[in-house]
């Protein structure tokens, strides 16, 4: 079976190099599958998990990655993530992955509570949509 090489790089460096057989992620027009031979390919990232099933073990094992934002290029059988931040399912730290979470939420609730325009609500509702991402990835792990 062919296979094809993944990437995943943020600018603290190399979260994630392996080979693989197949690969989804979603960028901001939609979901995107990845085989061997793809052709090539530049997209932007939502922020979301990326699964990645591998061509090297026997069964069907994949490995999941929280990524938040950044760009997909495929090509020659390469694919590189160029991220923001990413993180594996065995790094991440739920309970800090919680805690950043009930901060986005309690901010959300108390600018919608008081009508405040101070805080970023923007902000605030990537903060918690990052959490959950991370969170989701962080539950893949069993």
């Given at each position: 079976m062919s296979s094809f090489v993944v990437n995943i790089v943020t600018p603290s460096g190399v979260v994630y190099d392996h080979e693989a057989k197949f690969l989804v992620a979603n960028t901001t027009n939609g979901s995107l599958g990845v085989l061997p031979n793809h052709a090539p390919l530049i997209a932007p990232l939502k922020i979301d998990a990326i699964r990645i099933d591998l061509s090297d073990t026997e069964g069907n094992k994949s490995d999941w990655v929280?990524?938040?934002g950044g760009i997909i290029e495929i090509r020659d059988n390469v694919v590189?993530?160029?991220?923001n931040s990413a993180e594996t399912e065995e790094s991440i730290d739920v309970t800090r992955a919680e805690m950043a979470k009930k901060r986005a939420e309690e901010k959300i609730a108390l600018a919608k509570e008081r009508k405040d325009e101070?805080?970023?609500m923007d902000r605030a509702e990537v903060a918690l949509h990052?959490?959950?991402n991370r969170l989701?990835?962080?539950n893949k792990r069993k």
């Open positions: 929280a990524v938040n590189s993530v160029l991220a101070s805080i970023d990052r959490a959950i989701n990835v962080a």
